[in-house]
């Protein structure tokens, strides 16, 4: 069965610094999703993404977010300057439409700010 | 603000007890609820709701939703101990944003 895959599964990072998070959305899906995880607390909204374009985004994916779609397999998140806080579980997700359709998540990157 | 509540929030049963876990909602722009099962990574998918009063069921899981009221119920029968997980209610709105509840934490013991 066709799977969202993520990459690395954990990335330890100094605070200050840039990371990039890189997910593999199902092949025929069209929509794609981050969400994160804090430990211990829900799942969260960050980000969707269609046509090459956000379609909607959370208080939480400030300017220190972006995403990018760079060819047609890969879906990645940035975070410019990373804080303390940015520690969390984030997850991509994707789905063939936004209407009636189930999202599929990966397995997640653990990103830990030091 | 949209919200999701889900409750209990954790339960603890043995093997072959039934259980029913809740989540209520209150968001704009409903589209649709979905349940997921989350053990130790991604939360897997399980169902998806968009009209009130008809169940989805699959296997001992099954699932309904009650639009007036805004809640569902996921029921499990028969509980193994492979059904020990955190069990995720999300609600679906506008461009497929989801928003999450807490989770109900599932222990099923031999």
């Known amino acids: 069965e066709p799977e969202v895959t993520q990459t690395p599964s954990h990335q330890v990072t100094q605070m200050g610094q840039e990371v990039i998070l890189r997910c593999v959305p199902i092949?025929?899906?069209?929509?794609f999703y981050w969400y994160r995880q804090i430990l211990g607390q829900k799942v969260e909204f960050l980000v969707s993404?269609?046509?090459?374009?956000?379609?909607?985004k959370s208080e939480i994916f400030d300017d220190q977010f972006s995403v990018e779609r760079p060819d047609g397999s890969n879906f990645t998140l940035k975070i410019r300057s990373t804080k303390l806080e940015d520690s969390a579980m984030y997850f991509c997700?994707?789905?063939?439409?936004?209407?009636?359709?189930?999202?599929?998540f990966g397995d997640g990157t653990r990103l830990s700010i030091l | 603000e949209d919200k999701v509540v889900q409750s209990p929030l954790s339960l603890v049963v043995h093997e072959g007890d039934t259980v029913t876990l809740n989540c209520s909602y209150e968001?704009?722009?409903?589209?649709?609820l979905l349940w997921y099962k989350q053990e130790k990574k991604a939360p897997t998918f399980l169902f998806m709701l968009?009209?009130?009063?008809i169940e989805k069921k699959s296997g001992r899981l099954s699932s309904i939703l009650d639009k007036k009221e805004l809640f569902s119920i996921l029921n499990i029968t028969a509980t193994q101990t492979g059904d020990s997980a955190v069990y995720l209610c999300?609600?679906?709105?506008?461009?497929?944003?989801?928003?999450f509840g807490q989770g109900t934490i599932l222990t099923v013991h031999p």
């Open positions: 997700a994707s789905s063939p439409r936004y209407l009636n359709q189930p999202q599929h």
């Open positions: 092949s025929n899906h069209l929509y």
């Open positions: 993404f269609y046509n090459n374009e956000i379609s909607e």
């Open positions: 968001v704009t722009n409903f589209r649709s």
């Open positions: 968009t009209s009130s009063g």
């Open positions: 999300a609600v679906g709105t506008s461009y497929g944003k989801l928003t």
